[in-house]
């Protein structure tokens, strides 16, 4: 079955960076088009970043372009987000998903809190 | 930007039939999703292209839509319904994505 397994949250201040990855089991990686969509705590959903089957192209948040950078390496079925210039507004469980076509997000992982704070 | 609205709450008995709305602020495009999230858990595709159910999701949960609102029903309401719900779709390009406000749904 499908497993997507996020890890390498964790504290971090205001400024610094942090890399999250994201592995992928159950299906055919690289094939699907990959999303990270994060969750404040108590608070909404937002979708963050999507790349490509083949990482040809990204697309970003508005809150986030320019400092975040999605990237994927099919050999090994990972998913990775850089998140550079952290924000406290950056604070949130990170998930990734993807979906069967590129419309939605048919499957989740159980996501990584990231808490940018000094 | 495009932005979906949806009610905050929402409270049902059991049994009763639950209504939760999306509102476009513009002509739809593409399709609408709905998720269910419970504490602790990952967000649940429990609707898709508007009206579609994924397979394993009772058949309680339907979907609907007429002009830029969008409404997902759960008729039969169940205690184990009590979650978050949030709709989701997409701006015209299609690469951008956009999750609604969430209803919170309280089974009394």
């Known amino acids: 079955q499908v497993q997507l397994v996020e890890s390498g949250g964790g504290v971090v201040q205001p400024g610094r960076s942090l890399r999250l990855s994201c592995a992928a089991s159950?299906?055919?990686?690289?094939?699907?088009?990959m999303h990270w969509v994060r969750q404040t705590p108590g608070k909404g959903l937002e979708w963050v970043a999507l790349?490509?089957?083949?990482?040809?192209?990204?697309f970003y948040a508005d809150s986030v372009k320019g400092r975040f950078t999605v990237s994927r390496d099919n050999s090994k079925n990972t998913l990775y987000l850089q998140m550079n210039t952290l924000r406290t507004e950056d604070t949130a469980v990170y998930y990734c998903a993807y979906g069967v076509d590129y419309s939605n997000f048919d499957y989740w992982g159980q996501g990584t809190l990231v808490t940018v704070s000094s | 930007s495009y932005e979906l609205t949806q009610p905050p709450s929402v409270s049902v008995s059991p049994g009763q039939t639950a209504r939760i709305t999306c509102s476009r602020d513009a002509l739809p495009k593409q399709y609408a999703y709905w998720y269910q999230q419970k504490p602790g858990q990952a967000p649940v595709l429990v609707i898709y292209k508007d009206t579609e159910r994924p397979s394993g999701i009772p058949e309680r949960f339907s979907g609907s839509s007429s002009g830029t609102t969008v409404t997902l029903t759960i008729s039969g309401v169940q205690a184990e319904d009590e979650a978050d719900y949030y709709c989701?779709?997409?701006?015209?390009?299609?690469?951008?994505?956009?999750f609604g406000t969430g209803t919170k749904v309280t089974v009394l």
């Open positions: 159950g299906f055919t990686f690289s094939t699907y088009g």
């Open positions: 989701q779709s997409a701006d015209s390009s299609g690469t951008y994505y956009v």
């Open positions: 790349i490509l089957f083949d990482g040809s192209n990204k």
